[in-house]
């Protein structure tokens, strides 16, 4: 079945560091991608998302491109700030995975002052 | 205004009760799926429903009903509760099944003791 794999963590970063988070999908058809970030004690809120090759999602400074030739999505932000700690997760959803996201294990990361 | 809402917010039971989460969205979305989210974070998909119609249900044991009395809402009822259904369950609606973002609840924080 589909699935994603996201880099493990925790990621702990300085304030205004760049910020990569790496993500890959397995899928079958053509999924639409999503980065969702969960906040202490909240649920999750969609951060970007990509409908097809070469999209790129963009949100409060963090974005990524579906790369269908490398099957990934990378998160990045130019420069993180002590707000931007949370949990990340890359998901997938449409193609093989209707009616369903398939996440990823999540990446915690911590922006230190 | 709340988009997804789930009831209550905190769960604290005993084993062997019977207990029920409820979930409405005012999004007019068709399809709205329950989530449950481990002690290291990782979400897992348990139901999912399209128009009130069962689609997917992910080896969830029996002790599990959702139910769907209208497109808005789907509860979640949970017979028998054991030590290992601790957990946080999040409620979520999309729009359609195929690829668009899911809007997600703040979740349900049940423990078992």
């Known amino acids: 079945g589909d699935s994603v794999t996201q880099m493990e963590g925790p990621v702990t970063l300085s304030e205004e560091a760049f910020l990569t988070i790496n993500c890959t999908y397995t899928?079958?058809?053509?999924?639409?991608l999503f980065w969702y970030v969960q906040y202490p004690g909240e649920g999750l809120q969609l951060l970007l998302k990509?409908?097809?090759?070469?999209d790129k999602g963009s949100n409060k400074g963090f974005e990524a491109t579906y790369r269908k030739e490398t099957t990934s999505f990378h998160l990045e932000k130019g420069s993180v700030q002590v707000s931007d700690s949370a949990v990340y997760f890359c998901a997938l959803s449409g193609g093989g995975s209707n009616y369903k996201l398939t996440f990823g294990k999540g990446t915690l990361l911590t922006v230190n002052p | 205004d709340t988009a997804v809402s789930q009831t209550p917010k905190y769960l604290v039971t005993q084993m062997g009760n019977d207990k029920s989460i409820k979930c409405e969205q005012n999004l007019g979305h068709d399809t709205m799926y329950w989530y449950k989210q481990d002690s290291k974070k990782f979400l897992k998909i348990m139901f999912s429903?399209?128009?009130?119609?069962?689609?997917i249900n992910e080896t969830v044991p029996n002790r599990f009903s959702p139910k769907s009395p209208d497109k808005a809402h789907l509860n979640l009822h949970i017979n028998s509760l054991e030590l290992g259904d601790s957990a946080v369950y999040f409620c979520?609606?999309?729009?359609?099944?195929?690829?668009?973002?899911?809007?997600f609840g703040q979740g349900t924080r049940l423990t078992v003791v």
């Open positions: 979520a609606s999309s729009q359609d099944s195929y690829g668009t973002e899911a809007f």
């Open positions: 990509a409908t097809k090759a070469d």
């Open positions: 899928a079958t058809g053509y999924p639409s």
């Open positions: 429903y399209n128009n009130k119609e069962l689609i």
